[in-house]
């Protein structure tokens, strides 16, 4: 199904999107991101504020968008494992 990026924080996540590509930055860094991955947007999680820039039920699949971001400039881009069955 399509998703929302109106309303991400209920949409954006199935249960099994466990593994989030982050990148940590601001506004002006989302909207970078958003230049290469439109569905990006600020999310936030126990450690703190991030851009969410795509969620996958593998840890290899976050994994590849981390290197695509970081190929492209977002050198501190990372996996973060977010426990979806306390969401």
Avoid: W
Avoid at 3 to 11: A, E
Avoid at 37 to 50: I, K
Wanted: proline share 5%; net charge negative; aromatic share 14%.
């Amino acid at each position: 199904p399509p998703r929302s990026t109106l309303f991400p924080y209920t949409t954006l996540f199935r249960s099994e999107e466990a593994y989030v590509a982050a990148v940590f930055g601001d506004e002006g860094t989302l909207n970078e991101v958003k230049q290469l991955f439109p569905e990006a947007f600020m999310d936030s999680s126990r450690q703190g504020d991030f851009i969410n820039a795509g969620a996958y039920a593998s840890q290899d699949e976050a994994t590849l968008r981390v290197l695509e971001l970081r190929s492209r400039g977002f050198h501190n881009a990372r996996v973060v494992f977010r426990d979806v069955r306390y969401r």
